[in-house]
């Protein structure tokens, strides 16, 4: 069962497939038992494009308002797994720490979506509970943020333009955000945040998806 859904997550971003979506999303946190699951697309500054869940895009947008979290650092760095955060660094993102944890989240899977040398942006999922993710379900993440990047460098572009055009068209989450970006980082006192440098995305060749495989 957990084969044939990843098989059809992945199938879903080859062209002609309908691609991600809310529902997408859904399916992708259920398969690996997480609460909640979300893709984040970097353009001029992180984008929130699909969210299985309310809370999932409250999450986004806290780090967005506050300019830190593991979206943010795994779109740049690399992956963050973060299997209890009250026994996170709080030095790392002490205000991100803080909302989360309030707002019930207790665990964050962030995995960069990157091709090459580009960079797309992360795909996140999160636990009200404590617990790492199974090793099964870590390699299913992988795989489908491996299929996510393809989609959203080559297969999202709509022209010549480049990597990503096509996301720009799309009705995009944050811009409701941006009216009220400064209401949390007034609530906690804190300066508003520049938004995050922009990830160099080099110029890439269309390619085709690799459906996944298991010995």
Do not use: K
Not at 88 to 113: C, K, N, Y
Request: net charge negative.
């Amino acid at each position: 069962m957990a084969e044939s859904t990843l098989r059809e997550l992945v199938r879903d971003l080859q062209p002609g497939g309908p691609g991600p979506s809310n529902r997408w999303c859904g399916r992708l946190a259920a398969l690996l038992a997480v609460d909640g699951a979300t893709v984040t697309f970097w353009l001029d500054g992180p984008e929130l494009l699909w969210s299985s869940a309310e809370a999932g895009a409250r999450l986004d947008d806290v780090q967005y308002t506050l300019g830190q979290g593991p979206t943010l650092d795994a779109a740049r760095d690399g992956s963050l797994l973060l299997p209890d955060l009250e026994r996170a660094p709080a030095t790392r993102w002490p205000a991100f720490i803080a909302e989360a944890l309030a707002q019930g989240v207790r665990a964050v899977f962030a995995l960069p979506l990157s091709l090459g040398a580009a960079r797309a942006g992360a795909l996140v999922c999160h636990r009200s509970g404590a617990g790492s993710l199974s090793q099964r379900a870590l390699d299913d993440a992988l795989t489908v943020s491996d299929a996510l990047a393809v989609f959203l460098l080559i297969g999202a572009q709509t022209g010549p333009a480049g990597p990503g055009q096509g996301v720009e068209t799309m009705d995009l989450h944050r811009a409701e955000v941006h009216q009220a970006a400064g209401m949390l980082t007034s609530q906690l006192g804190l300066p508003p945040q520049p938004p995050p440098a922009p990830i160099a995305r080099p110029h890439l060749q269309p390619q085709h998806v690799p459906a996944p495989s298991r010995p």
